[in-house]
Nanobody, 124 residues
Framework: QVQLVESGGGLVQAGGSLRLSCAAS????????MGWFRQAPGKEREFVGT????????YYADSVKGRFTISRDNAKNTVYLQMNSLKPEDTAVYYC?????????????????WGQGTQVTVSS
């Protein structure tokens, strides 16, 4: 079992930055691929990015590529989402998720563990 708790959300102006954190309870955090997803009001949940167990590989949605960066600190059981050049369309609840195995994937149904989410609002 993995419990995930996101933090760092808030209100920011367009063009600004935020860093989200996701703390995991698992003693074997480094054995999980981690992902970030988001869900805007009235829209389906969408993939943001994912990071391998070691942190050596990442994969991003086209909509955030070049603006968002995922990293992890396995010693602190934490994964991060650095968001730069934020746009109003980035407004959403952001979720971190964990999956077993080694494959990076954008498919949310392959992630077994989810946090409660943190709200990010970007004003124009």
């Amino acid at each position: 079992q993995v419990q995930l708790v996101e933090s760092g959300g808030g209100l920011v102006q367009a063009g600004g930055s935020l860093r989200l954190s996701c703390a995991a309870s698992a003693r074997t955090f480094s054995s999980y691929v981690m992902g970030w997803f988001r869900q805007a009001p009235g829209k389906e949940r969408e993939f943001v990015g994912t990071i391998s167990r070691s942190g050596g590989r990442t994969y991003y949605a086209d909509s955030v590529k070049g603006r968002f960066t995922i990293s992890r600190d396995n010693a602190k059981n934490t994964v991060y989402l650095q968001m730069n050049s934020l746009k109003p369309e980035d407004t959403a609840v952001y979720y971190c998720a964990a999956k077993d195995g080694i494959m990076l994937t954008s498919h949310s149904d392959e992630y077994a563990y989810w946090g409660q989410g943190t709200q990010v609002t970007v004003s124009s």
